[in-house]
């Protein structure tokens, strides 16, 4: 596993690769769901490269970019043991170097949701994502489900910019109790961690309802409020259905619909979404 820091030396390297590349962009605290998408890239591609950056231009001022899960050697034993080949570490300097300016803005999509509540969020993700897809050129780049928006926003850019990379979204990863996998979820107490539960439980009782029949938007989201809403802990920033691809309000169901919800416990944000098709 070659360890790169430079987008100089990285260049050199990817001209020497012959075969098809697959990038998955992370900001490292890697745990099983990350592994799910070193997994998926593997298996389709010759040729297996990870970006490890914790990017502050997707936190805000008021934000944990300081307090964000960091265990560089740990993250390092993971990559090696699932047969990485080339792990991208630059330092910030070397992404936003001094005279930087450049923003991307994918209008609309990165204005709702999570828009909304971590302002300018979207424009970090899609400013440091189209500079990796524009450095390393992969054939193929993963990320993971739970981040509905984000791989909205990143398939729209995609397109939008003709960057030409294959984005494969790949299933959420839950732990046994259902709970997300999410390399925040360290900061959970044991009470913080019984009140996080209740969000995967509430999309599953909404997603059961629907197959049994129940097709009334407003009554599969009272259904999920109110379990979430069961413990005090639990504060919601937003809980809708939307299109997965548009992030528009539902009024129908079909095949893009999806659940999605952002809860606050105490400090702590977690967001997950479920498929109600």
Do not use: W
């Not at 993971?78 to 930087?100: A, H, K, T």
């Not at 970090?124 to 926003?153: E, H, M, W």
């Not at 997300?180 to 009470?191: E, G, H, K, P, Q």
């Not at 691809?245 to 979404?273: C, H, K, P, W, Y």
């Amino acid at each position: 596993m070659k360890i790169i820091k430079s987008i100089a030396e990285l260049k050199g390297e990817l001209n020497a690769n012959k075969g098809s590349l697959g990038l998955v962009p992370t900001m490292g605290a890697l745990h099983m769901g990350h592994q799910s998408l070193f997994k998926k890239a593997r298996e389709d591609n010759d040729f297996l490269a990870i970006s490890l950056f914790v990017n502050p231009s997707q936190f805000g001022p008021d934000e944990d970019f300081d307090e964000y899960p960091r265990n560089i050697n740990k993250d390092l034993d993971i990559l090696n043991s699932d047969n990485v080949d080339l792990v991208f570490m630059p330092d910030i300097q070397e992404m936003y170097p001094s005279g930087f300016l450049t923003n991307v803005v994918v209008d609309k999509l990165a204005d709702v949701y999570e828009g909304l509540y971590r302002n300018g969020h979207f424009n970090g993700v899609s400013t440091v994502v189209t500079k990796l897809f524009n450095v390393f050129k992969p054939d193929r780049a993963y990320f993971g489900a739970k981040d509905a928006q984000q791989c909205a926003i990143i398939k729209r850019l995609n397109i939008d910019l003709n960057l030409g990379v294959d984005v494969v979204i790949c299933p959420t990863i839950r732990e046994d109790s259902g709970l997300a996998l999410s390399s925040r979820n360290v900061y959970l107490n044991i009470d913080q961690m019984e009140a996080g539960l209740l969000i995967s439980r509430g999309l599953f009782k909404s997603k059961e309802l629907f197959d049994f029949g129940e097709k009334n938007i407003v009554n599969l989201c009272k259904v999920t409020r109110n379990i979430i809403e069961s413990n005090s802990l639990c504060r919601i920033d937003y809980l809708d259905i939307v299109n997965c691809e548009t992030f528009d309000l539902q009024t129908n169901l079909d095949q893009n619909s999806i659940m999605i919800v952002a809860v606050r416990i105490g400090n702590i944000r977690l967001i997950d979404n479920i498929e109600i098709k």
